[in-house]
Each structure stands twice: as C-alpha cells, then as structure tokens.
C-alpha cells in the first residue's frame, strides 16, 4: 500500500489487505480515494519491475508488498 498527498494508510486499511478483505470498506475507501493501489501480474514476468518503479516514484512514501506468503515477499527482497 502507498500513500498518497501525505496521507498514510490507517492500521484498519493494512489489515484488510494483509487478511484478503478487498471488498471491507476500508479498502474501497484508500481505492477510490487514491491512497491505494493495488497491482497483478499473473505471471510474475514483469513484478519486480513494476516494483522498481514503484519505488523510485515514490521514494518519500512507505511501499507495502502483500503476496500469497512471507516466502514469497522474502524471494522479492532477494530479487531486489
């Protein structure tokens, strides 16, 4: 999850994307306000480019990577 115009995601926002609840109205509400973003890519070919540039847009900002599972995330880090 980014921030977006100063703003940071409230505790209730990460704790619906950390447990999968994409339609909680938190989650709805950083979507549409633009405080959210969420990214797919289905086969991983280009995820670790487009966190790149995430990361470099937003350097100020605190990036959240959610995957399927810790390892996962952990393999990203290594990527990186």
Do not use: C, W
């Not at 487009?50 to 990527?79: C, M, R, T, W």
């Amino acid at each position: 999850m980014k921030g977006t115009k100063g703003e940071q995601p409230t505790g209730t926002d990460a704790e619906a994307v950390r447990n999968r609840r994409f339609h909680d109205v938190a989650v709805q509400a950083a979507l549409a306000s633009g405080r959210l973003t969420i990214l797919r890519d289905s086969d991983g070919s280009v995820f670790l480019d487009i966190i790149k540039v995430e990361i470099e847009s937003y350097p100020q900002k605190e990036i959240g990577i959610f995957a399927h599972s810790n390892a996962a995330v952990s393999d990203l880090a290594d990527q990186t």
